[in-house]
């Protein structure tokens, strides 16, 4: 049985919210990369790090391996040395090892060219199959580079929309259990996806934090139905 409850209350606010969003944040897009396989390196960077830590982490990956060529010959030891920043670095390394491992076996190249030509089924399945990558960075390489219309859930666009009464959760976890995703993403119109994920970012860092949210100064507040409560 899923674990949240989407709510018909509120969703007739998406594009009002979506709207206001985009006229606060502009679609801000936080460095993503057009590259696929590039963008799925941001992203593994980027987990569990504040972003001037995953930006600096992904430009010494960069630095050090300007090509994929030679990113996919490096071990697992070298490239913990070059993602060192923020942590949890032997983690990564391993699944950025192995991933390359994986597609270069197969397309034979390390690349992931091959995935424009595929369905967002198929792209998202090869995708999670990778090491390390589950759906909402799936979606993310989707979503940014390969012009999909899917909607990445992370913890801001979790959050929000749980206290933008959305969706309502009936378990105890903080961030979105993956099952969850699709019914998020549901609720989304395509053409709203990719303008709305960005700018919830966006939001959720700037003003509807986890911890004391600035309701004062939030540009949504007439389409919040519990302002301040998770």
């Known amino acids: 049985?899923?674990?949240?409850?989407?709510?018909?209350?509120?969703?007739?606010?998406?594009?009002?919210?979506?709207?206001?969003?985009?006229?606060?944040?502009?679609?801000?897009?936080?460095f993503n990369r057009t590259n696929p396989l590039d963008e799925l390196l941001f992203i593994l960077c980027s987990l569990r790090r504040t972003e001037?830590?995953?930006?600096?982490?992904?430009?010494?990956l960069k630095q050090a391996y300007p090509t994929f060529g030679k990113l996919a010959q490096a071990s697992a030891y070298e490239l913990s040395?070059?993602?060192?920043?923020?942590?949890?670095?032997?983690?990564?390394?391993?699944?950025l090892n192995n991933i390359m491992i994986a597609i270069t076996s197969k397309f034979g190249k390390?690349?992931?060219?091959?995935?424009?030509?595929?369905?967002?089924?198929?792209?998202?399945?090869f995708l999670c199959s990778l090491p390390g990558v589950g759906k909402k960075v799936a979606r993310c390489v989707m979503l940014y580079s390969?012009?999909?219309?899917?909607?990445p859930v992370d913890t801001h666009c979790w959050r929000v929309s749980k206290r933008l009464g959305w969706i309502k959760?009936?378990?105890?976890?903080?961030?979105?259990?993956?099952?969850?995703?699709?019914?998020?993403?549901?609720?989304?119109?395509?053409?709203?996806r990719l303008?709305?994920?960005?700018?919830?970012?966006?939001?959720?860092r700037d003003t509807c934090a986890a911890r004391l949210p600035q309701c004062s100064s939030c540009p949504i507040s007439?389409?919040?139905p519990k302002i301040g409560v998770n």
């Open 222 to 224: 007439e389409y919040c």
């Open 146 to 151: 390969l012009n999909m219309n899917v909607f």
């Open 1 to 30: 049985m899923s674990s949240v409850m989407v709510t018909g209350r509120y969703r007739d606010n998406i594009p009002l919210v979506a709207k206001e969003l985009k006229n606060t944040y502009d679609d801000f897009c936080h």
């Open 52 to 60: 001037r830590v995953y930006r600096l982490a992904f430009k010494s």
């Open 169 to 192: 959760s009936t378990d105890k976890h903080k961030f979105c259990p993956t099952s969850d995703m699709d019914l998020l993403q549901e609720i989304i119109p395509p053409k709203l």
């Open 81 to 95: 040395n070059k993602i060192s920043w923020g942590g949890l670095q032997n983690n990564k390394a391993r699944a």
């Open 110 to 125: 390390p690349s992931l060219a091959p995935l424009r030509k595929m369905t967002e089924v198929e792209c998202e399945e």
């Open 195 to 204: 303008s709305l994920h960005v700018n919830m970012v966006s939001f959720g």
